[in-house]
Every structure is written in structure tokens, then in C-alpha cells.
T-cell receptor, first 114, second 113 residues
């Protein structure tokens, strides 16, 4: 039973570039949430996708956008990269967007901006 | 006031002792509470969830919730060096579309052999 998978594991970009990160949820899960974790901090919620729609959004600018596909996989896109976007990007999946369902995390994508 | 607060540590305990990790939260509408363990350079791993007041035990782990005091804790009995990690407290506001997790900064636990 595959867990949450993310790709790529590492990325190095320069300021101003654009990046796309990918996530496949755990089998049986239909909801995908994205988080940004800076060094020494807890993960911060970016947004959540369910039924191919963005259901909730955290306090992140419009440079951060996403998509969910019919097979429940998801992408996170970040445009006009800034140095401050360097972080570990985590995808979490769950069964349904509410009712306190536990979220399970993938291994993350470590993004470095030069 | 931060939404979820934890002591950053490090919390150091000897092998075999009980480690006690604490977390407070500010939103009384919070309904679901989770503890994640994160090893250095790795992603968070869910170890406990708790939804109602009282204690919930799973192996060496016990989660405790007191909604009146807005307090949740994690006890680790018979601590092992492999328990050395950062423990993240996460809170979810249920109802409507509020399904995202709000995390504390984490408490770093070190278990000394």
C-alpha cells in the first residue's frame, strides 16, 4: 500500500524562476493539502484540494497556485521565486477535507532558491 | 498570541524515563488534535490523534486533552534513544471547510542512553 509520494525530492532554482512540485496521495485518500516548512519552524498551511477544487487557502500570496487531477494527484506551482521560498514543501493526504481526518505526509520536496 | 505554542526545548531525558511534551492552543473552536514526530531531515509522521477530553493510550504513547484549559500533552513512557526527534503538536478546526492543520514550532526531544 503506497503512501504519499512527492517528486522531485530536491530542487535548486534561481530567483524569478517558476517551479512545479507533484504529489500522489495515499491509496484511498481524496484530499490533498500542501504545507511549507521553513528551517526550525512547524509546517505552514498553503492550501487544500478536494474534488479538483481549492477548498481552503492559508496566508500565502497568489504566486502559489495548485491543481488537483481526477486521480486525486496534485501539483503545487510557485511563480517568481524569492529567496524566502526556500523551504521543505510537504504534501499531506487524507480521506475527506473535514471531520478531523488525520493527514499523512509525504517525504517532501526540498526547494533551494539561489 | 500564537495559535499553537510548544516549548522548543531541547528536552533531555534519560533512557527509560517518561518524556512529557506540552502544547497549548488559542482557538476554542479547535476540535481535533494530533501529535507528529519528525526526525531531522525527514517529514512529519503521525503518531497520535485525540478528539475528546481525557487520555488516549497507544503503546508507549499517551495523549491527554483538556479543552477547558486548551491544553494537549504527549507522554512517552520508557523513552528510547530512537525517540529522539522533534515532536509537533497540530490542531484542526473542524466544521465547514476548516480542515487544515495548524502546527506549533515543535519540541526537540533528546533521549540519552
Amino acid at each position: 500500500d503506497a503512501g504519499v509520494t512527492q517528486s522531485p525530492t530536491h530542487l535548486i532554482k534561481t530567483r524569478g524562476q517558476q517551479v512545479t512540485l507533484r504529489c500522489s496521495p495515499k491509496s484511498g485518500h481524496d484530499t490533498v493539502s500542501w504545507y511549507q516548512q521553513a528551517l526550525g519552524q512547524g509546517p505552514q498551511f498553503i492550501f487544500q484540494y478536494y474534488e479538483e477544487e481549492e477548498r481552503q487557502r492559508g496566508n500565502f500570496p497568489d504566486r502559489f497556485s495548485g491543481h488537483q487531477f481526477p486521480n486525486y494527484s496534485s501539483e503545487l506551482n510557485v511563480n517568481a521565486l524569492l529567496l524566502g521560498d526556500s523551504a521543505l514543501y510537504l504534501c499531506a493526504s487524507s480521506s475527506g477535507p473535514t471531520l478531523g481526518q488525520p493527514q499523512h505526509f509525504g517525504d517532501g520536496t526540498r526547494l533551494s532558491i539561489l | 498570541q500564537k495559535e499553537v505554542e510548544q516549548n522548543s526545548g531541547p528536552l533531555s531525558v534519560p533512557e527509560g524515563a517518561i518524556a512529557s511534551l506540552n502544547c497549548t492552543y488559542s482557538d476554542r473552536g479547535s476540535q481535533s488534535f494530533f501529535w507528529y514526530r519528525q526526525y531531522s531531515g525527514k517529514s512529519p509522521e503521525l503518531i497520535m490523534s485525540i478528539y475528546s477530553n481525557g487520555d488516549k493510550e497507544d503503546g508507549r504513547f499517551t495523549a491527554q486533552l483538556n479543552k477547558a484549559s486548551q491544553y494537549v500533552s504527549l507522554l512517552i513512557r520508557d523513552s528510547q534513544p530512537s525517540d529522539s526527534a522533534t515532536y509537533l503538536c497540530a490542531v484542526m478546526r473542524d466544521g465547514g471547510s476548516q480542515g487544515n492543520l495548524i502546527f506549533g514550532k515543535g519540541t526537540k526531544l533528546s533521549v540519552k542512553p
